[in-house]
């Protein structure tokens, strides 16, 4: 267990619908990183935050977007679902924003698009 | 742009045989090279954390190294429980942030 919580296990929606999905980050751990994993694309990187700020962006789409609040846990938004947006998505944390710094993974929500 | 290529995709061993997994990476400013291990369905697991050049680090039957341009883990004697994806990622220089590029991961399965 990496101490880091995320929530639903697995969503199941359908297309044009949105979605919320929420990590808790390991306590005392201030960076929150979002992560997508794909068949075909293996683990992408999408969004970092720190401390409640946006720290870092990768090819995270338009319509998906993510904040961390100030008890740290974060959320990440999918909105106007498309098929192709059927994934795990997987939130980190680690200690710091600094480079080195190992990131801890949590169990990943599973989200399926019908 | 930083890369990550891991080899072989797919590896079968023998309980008892040792092997090793190959991760080669391009990046510039290397802060970190980062092992996981992950099962099915699961998240990432760390295993280890390699800063530089020569650097090497174990744990129980695993040992990960590294070079200039790339690591490697070995696996000692592996057992059915040591099957699973094991990926390679990295974190390089930047002025914000500090993404993990991620290779695609070598599948291992063990067989007794």
């Known amino acids: 267990d990496s101490g880091v919580t995320q929530t639903p296990k697995h969503l199941i929606t359908a297309t044009g619908q949105r979605v919320t999905l929420r990590c808790s980050p390991r306590?005392?751990?201030?960076?929150v990183y979002w992560y997508q994993q794909s068949l075909d694309q293996g683990l992408q990187f999408l969004i970092q935050y720190y401390n409640g700020e946006e720290r870092a962006k990768g090819n995270i789409l338009e319509r998906f977007s993510a904040q961390q609040f100030p008890d740290l846990h974060s959320e990440l938004n999918l909105s106007s679902l498309e098929l192709g947006d059927s994934a795990l998505y997987f939130c980190?944390?680690?200690?710091?924003?600094?480079?080195?710094?190992?990131?801890?993974f949590g169990p990943g929500t599973r989200l399926t698009v019908l | 742009e930083d890369q990550v290529t891991q080899s072989p995709e797919a590896l079968r061993l023998q309980e008892g045989e040792s092997s090793s997994l190959n991760c080669s990476y391009t990046?510039?400013?290397?802060?970190?090279l980062f092992w996981y291990r992950q099962d099915p369905g699961k998240g990432p697991e760390f295993l280890f954390t390699l800063y530089s050049a020569g650097e090497e680090k174990e744990k129980e039957r695993l040992k990960a190294t590294l070079t200039k341009k790339e690591s490697f883990l070995h696996i000692t004697a592996p057992k059915p429980e040591d099957s699973a994806t094991y990926l390679c990622?990295?974190?390089?220089?930047?002025?914000?942030?500090?993404?993990?590029?991620f290779g695609a991961g070598t599948i291992l399965r063990v067989k007794s």
């Open positions: 990046v510039s400013g290397l802060r970190g």
């Open positions: 990622a990295v974190q390089a220089e930047g002025r914000y942030g500090n993404k993990l590029v």
């Open positions: 980190a944390s680690s200690v710091s924003g600094t480079s080195g710094n190992e990131q801890f």
């Open positions: 306590s005392g751990d201030l960076s």
